[in-house]
Nanobody, 119 residues
Framework: VQLQASGGGLVQPGGSLRLSCAAS????????MAWYRQAPGKQRELVGA???????NYADSVKGRFTISRDNAKNMMYLQMDSLAPEDTAVYYC??????????????WGQGTLVTVSS
């Protein structure tokens, strides 16, 4: 089982970016999926999460600007980021609690994708 995050890049303040997270492998089902981020010199923090039923929660710092969605049929999760600010600059990681086809379940991490907000 693997998670692959993509979509990062350089964007100007006030701009938008959409990140994707793809889960692949012998997956039976995916429970909660989440986005985390780690800014230079800081600890990794939760950006937000989404359940298999589509319920979401967000960190206060991104509420109203970021939107998490998922496509259960494709084992995909997305992070739409609007009104980006320099303080959103970080490596963004996806995380998921996955039930494997062969008995077992674990949390998995994607490799991270860098988002830089700068003029």
């Amino acid at each position: 089982v693997q998670l692959q995050a993509s979509g990062g890049g350089l964007v100007q303040p006030g701009g938008s970016l959409r990140l994707s997270c793809a889960a692949s492998g012998s997956i039976f089902s995916i429970n909660v999926m989440a986005w985390y981020r780690q800014a230079p010199g800081k600890q990794r923090e939760l950006v937000g999460a989404i359940t298999s039923g589509g319920s979401t929660n967000y960190a206060d710092s991104v509420k109203g600007r970021f939107t998490i969605s998922r496509d259960n049929a494709k084992n995909m999760m997305y992070l739409q980021m609007d009104s980006l600010a320099p303080e959103d600059t970080a490596v963004y990681y996806c995380n998921a609690y996955i039930f494997r086809v062969v008995a077992g379940r674990s949390y998995y991490w994607g490799q991270g994708t860098l988002v830089t907000v700068s003029s």
